[in-house]
């Protein structure tokens, strides 16, 4: 068994990271799915298909929820799941994350939840023009 992975975005970004991730690596190791969130969509509803989903995604290892944005809609939405068991949330996902996750496929979810957060801060870095 491996940890569900919940992808909770702003309109297809959860879903584009998630594509993109498993192109890179040529395979999506971990069960994966991503819930658009858009303005006209009611927050309830929204809130009942995350949980479908969950429970969906939960072999018994635990979900990874991962949002774009700490206090957006799907944050929100992802901070309400953390009633269920066996569920933890990272905020600003980014494809680094995503990657690094991947990476590590049978890890346990609190040890995941760890990798996806320094997956993200190391794939956050300031270019510099090389000098010649």
Do not use: W
Not at 77 to 90: C, F, H, M, Q, T
């Amino acid at each position: 068994m491996t940890v569900g992975i919940l992808v909770i975005t702003h309109g297809g970004i959860g879903h584009e990271l998630l594509e993109t991730a498993s192109h890179t690596l040529g395979i999506c190791p971990l069960n994966a799915e991503a819930l658009s969130v858009y303005p006209e969509f009611n927050i309830d509803e929204m809130d009942a298909m995350a949980r479908v989903i969950c429970l969906r995604l939960d072999t018994g290892d635990g979900v990874l929820v991962l949002t774009d944005m700490f206090g957006s809609t799907p944050s929100n939405i992802a901070r309400r799941l953390l009633e269920l068991p066996r569920v933890d949330v990272v905020t600003g996902i980014n494809l680094p994350m995503l990657i690094r996750i991947m990476n590590y496929p049978k890890l346990p979810l609190d040890e995941l939840k760890q990798k996806a957060i320094s997956g993200g801060h190391d794939g956050i870095l300031a270019c510099q023009e090389e000098s010649s």
